[in-house]
């Protein structure tokens, strides 16, 4: 089986509707024109309840099937928000909107999701409810946790939830997925470290923080190396480091900035605990006083095996045996759908891109022609999953 056929029929307004949201990107929760296009095609499409603002600006459909005696609840969810970069792909729906794109993929997600709830809406063909969840704020924002907060499956407890994300360069029409931990969790550090500022004529009147940064960037780069399991997959990285405005004085404070990402929690809790101890020792044997602000954004996102093995067999009756695959490498790239997989069972699976520039790059660009594929995917998995 490929393509479901139904979708060459909508496949035109599809097309259309997915490069407008294109043209006209929008950041984090700041979503109002992309969730009111959505919530008015999924009212049109005939879709029992649609709900807006969940979560800030998020939108949740309701879709009941020709039976409801099973008593089966599904999340399907999409991601609607784009990023702060600057477009370079000369489209001809490349964005309107200065220093915003949809260098990620989140109008194909939304597109693809939608005409899965039209098709879905329209023939019924399923026991239970469809939860068709459209989320603000992916990139940074924690969209999902927000919606979650907000009451997302306490209003409609989903027995299992569902997620999916383009892959470039992976052959258009080709499906992966894992169990386990794909994604790592998300945390940003700032390190603070306050000497003692004044004259560089005489710098044995001061506390130089610079030598401190030196010092504890030295240490950082082999800690994952020396007290990390080999086994475990973990990266610190200290991307910007700010100190002082002239040539001639020692600054007083100098401010360092990172990422941590891991796979597993005991690793991000080691890693934190570790990095608080060398802050505060390292800066303490220079005289100087160090500060750590660890906050953690996203946990890591772990696939249930179970739901892997549900999310692959739907995606084979679309695309063929040969051409799913469930042993995909993991990759330290967060995602907030890792909150609802905290909450419910459910997988998430990658859908190929075909050849393209990578993720949150200028030239990126999501290839229409998955579109058939990942509608196709999304209603045959509901009707797997809750057959009449």
């Not at 001639?248 to 101890?277: A, K």
Request: some cysteine; proline content about 5%.
């Amino acid at each position: 089986m490929a393509v479901e056929n139904w979708v060459a029929r909508e496949i035109e307004q599809l097309v259309e509707f997915r490069r407008d949201l294109h043209a006209n990107p929008e950041l984090l929760y700041d979503v109002n024109r992309t969730a009111a296009r959505v919530a008015e095609w999924l009212r049109e499409a005939g879709v029992d309840e649609v709900h807006e603002g969940i979560g800030r600006t998020g939108v949740v459909g309701v879709i009941r099937g020709k039976s409801t005696s099973s008593g089966r609840m599904i999340g399907l969810r999409a991601d609607m928000d784009a990023l702060p970069i600057e477009e370079a792909t000369e489209k001809a729906w490349a964005s309107k909107v200065p220093g915003k794109m949809h260098a990620c993929g989140h109008d194909g997600h939304t597109t693809m999701l939608v005409g899965a709830a039209r098709h879905l809406a329209e023939t019924r063909n399923f026991d239970g409810t469809v939860i068709v969840i459209f989320q603000p704020a992916e990139e940074g924002g924690a969209g999902a946790h927000a919606m979650i907060e907000d009451g997302l499956f306490e209003r409609w407890p989903c027995q299992e939830v569902y997620g999916m994300h383009n892959r470039p360069n992976l052959e258009v029409g080709k499906f992966t997925t894992a169990a386990g931990p794909i994604m790592g969790s998300v945390d940003e550090i700032k390190i603070e470290i306050e000497g003692k500022g004044g004259h560089a004529a005489m710098p044995h009147g001061t506390i130089d923080p610079l030598p401190v940064a030196a010092a504890l960037i030295q240490a950082v780069q082999s800690m994952t190396a020396r007290t990390i399991n080999p086994f475990d997959s973990a990266a610190v990285s200290l991307c910007t480091i700010h100190a002082g405005n002239a040539f001639n004085v020692v600054p007083q404070t100098l401010e360092i900035t990172g990422t941590v990402r891991t796979l597993r929690e005991e690793v991000r809790t080691h890693i934190e605990e570790h990095l608080r101890r060398m802050v505060t020792q390292i800066a303490d044997s220079f005289g100087a006083v160090g500060r750590l602000d660890y906050i953690r954004h996203y946990p890591v996102t772990v696939n249930h095996a179970e739901n892997v093995e549900l999310a692959a067999a739907a995606a084979r009756i679309v695309a063929g045996q040969e051409n799913v695959t469930t042993d995909m490498p993991p990759t330290l790239g967060g995602e907030d759908f890792s909150f609802m997989l905290n909450e419910v069972p459910g997988a998430m699976i990658n859908i190929g891109n075909g050849p393209s520039a990578g993720l949150h790059h200028p030239e990126y660009d999501f290839n229409d022609d998955v579109i058939a594929w990942g509608c196709s995917y999304w209603t045959t998995l509901v009707r797997e999953r809750m057959p009449v």
